[in-house]
Nanobody, 125 residues
């Protein structure tokens, strides 16, 4: 299984980025997908998750209203649109896949079996 994340970069505060994560080696439509992030010196934190069919999403309070998570099962991909970026959004963003996990667990990293390598997002003030 491989999860390939891309789309990170350097952006000014208030700007936007679109992260992508393409999966291979799994039946993508059967997996809950999520993004987590980790800033230097901080613990990994949940950002957003989406159900297998894309019908429901969940967001951390810190990104609600600014980030939007979507998926395209035909392309084995999830997309995280990051708008109104703040310096505190600076982190390595990683996508993750969970199979057979209950939705109520989807904000917990332990629910995820597969992880991508991460993409760096840096927001300057």
């Amino acid at each position: 299984v491989q999860l390939q994340a891309s789309g990170g970069g350097l952006v000014q505060a208030g700007g936007s980025l679109r992260l992508s994560c393409v999966a291979s080696g799994l039946t993508f439509s059967r997996y809950i997908m999520a993004w987590f992030r980790q800033a230097p010196g901080k613990e990994r934190e949940f950002v957003a998750a989406i159900t297998e069919d894309g019908g429901s999403t969940k967001y951390a309070d810190s990104v609600k209203g600014r980030f939007t998570l979507s998926r395209d099962n035909a392309k084995n991909a999830v997309f995280l649109q990051l708008n109104s970026l703040k310096p505190e959004d600076t982190a390595v963003y990683s996508c993750a896949a969970a199979y057979g996990s209950a939705w109520y667990k989807s904000s917990s990293a332990v629910a995820y079996s597969y992880w991508g390598q991460g993409t760096q997002v840096t927001v300057s003030s």
